[in-house]
């Protein structure tokens, strides 16, 4: 399903050199021919990335940039790639940062310091970099969703706060991803953690590991194999998986249900912003700002809810019916600084793993 997120690589980066002359033969066009005057451009994004023909078509149309794709795996894997490769980048702009990963991201050195005029219309608590070498786009929760026919059928209270999770009633009945292989995983470790604080956040996790929780390496294995919403097959009605999927169990079910099936937990949500930034040494370094407005302008912006199944960032866009009527929003989203969170990654998910893994 498109609303599926990309998980991340935190460890390892030189797996990546591997694959990267397949991916980069893999780049997508978004157009097949270019007019002569033109300007090609490439943006590198993850796997997830998503526009629509007639919205990007528009943009090439009216500023005579050409924008090829190059969808180059996870979002941890394309952004180890263009740090990779930047002494040579392999595009000129990059999409698919967040905030999960800010910090890496700016100490690397592989953007330009770029402050795009649409950033007025983007309310400060997106602008997480204020030294404007990274443009939010778009932002979503990470939360746990729960089958509502599963726990209405068994007269099973849905569980309403973390701390709920570990009571024996849900023992077996979770779901949730590795956050050294998994975005939304990560995100959700840094919920218990913002929850929880340094003290505690470990022994959440022992008595989660006590309560039988099942880990998954990705998104996809847990939301579209384990839990057990809708034609899957899983029995896990619990799932860490997206603020977004209620409206988008509505939008793919056919016929479309009254009410989604789908809940969130929002007592479980943590706040992702996701950026984009010209690469550092294009050879097309207007054409490159041209572009990073376009994904403020809003045309796109008004286009992400339904390819991307995340927010929009710029204040007043208008968003789908099916977003508008569905959509969970929590009220108090989780969140970690990204300093903090740059400084502790690497070591936070090692003493995940000795916890829940070993």
């Known amino acids: 399903m498109r609303y599926a997120r990309r998980t991340v690589v935190a460890s390892c980066v030189s797996a990546v050199v591997l694959g990267l002359g397949g991916v980069i033969a893999t780049a997508v066009a978004a157009r097949p021919a270019a007019a002569a005057t033109s300007t090609t451009i490439t943006l590198v994004t993850h796997d997830s990335f998503a526009v ?79 030294s404007h070498h990274l443009t939010p786009v778009d932002h979503g929760d990470v939360c746990i969703n729960y089958d509502k026919q599963w726990f209405a059928q068994r007269k099973l209270p849905v569980p309403r706060t973390l701390a709920d999770l570990t009571d024996h009633r849900y023992r077996g009945r979770l779901v949730v991803e ?9 995100a959700f470790q840094l919920a218990t953690i913002a929850r929880f604080g340094d003290d505690g956040w470990r022994d959440y996790w022992a008595k989660l590991r006590a309560n039988d929780v099942k880990v998954d390496d990705g998104w996809e294995s847990a939301d579209d194999g384990d839990f057990s919403h809708g034609a899957n097959r899983g029995t896990y009605p619990l799932v860490v998986s997206y603020a977004s999927s209620p409206p988008a169990a509505v939008y793919f079910s056919k016929p479309r249900p009254k009410t989604s099936p789908v809940g969130t ?52 866009t208008t968003l789908p019916p099916v977003f508008a009527e569905f959509a969970e929003v929590a009220p108090r989203p989780l969140t970690l600084p990204a300093a903090d969170i740059g400084a502790h990654r690497d070591a936070w998910i090692e003493q995940w793993t000795d916890v829940v893994l070993r």
Request: some cysteine; glycine content about 8%; proline content about 7%.
């Open 178 to 186: 590795n956050p050294a292989t998994s975005s939304p995983g990560l």
């Open 52 to 130: 629509s023909k007639r919205v990007l078509r528009a943009f090439e149309t009216r500023t005579g940039i050409d924008v090829k794709v190059l969808q180059a795996g996870d979002a941890g894997a394309a952004l180890n790639q263009v740090i990779l490769t930047k002494s040579n980048p392999i595009g000129d702009v990059f999409f698919g940062v967040d905030n999960t990963f800010l910090t890496r991201a700016l100490q690397a050195g592989v953007f330009a310091e770029y402050r795009s005029p649409a950033l007025s219309a983007v309310p400060a608590e997106y602008r997480l970099d204020p």
């Open 265 to 316: 937990m929002l007592d479980s949500c943590f706040r992702q912003v996701e950026f984009a930034g010209v690469l550092k040494g294009t050879p097309h370094p207007a054409a490159a700002r041209t572009l990073v407005d376009f994904l403020l302008s809003a045309g796109f912006q008004q286009d992400i809810p339904l390819q991307m199944f995340v927010f929009p960032v710029r204040d007043g």
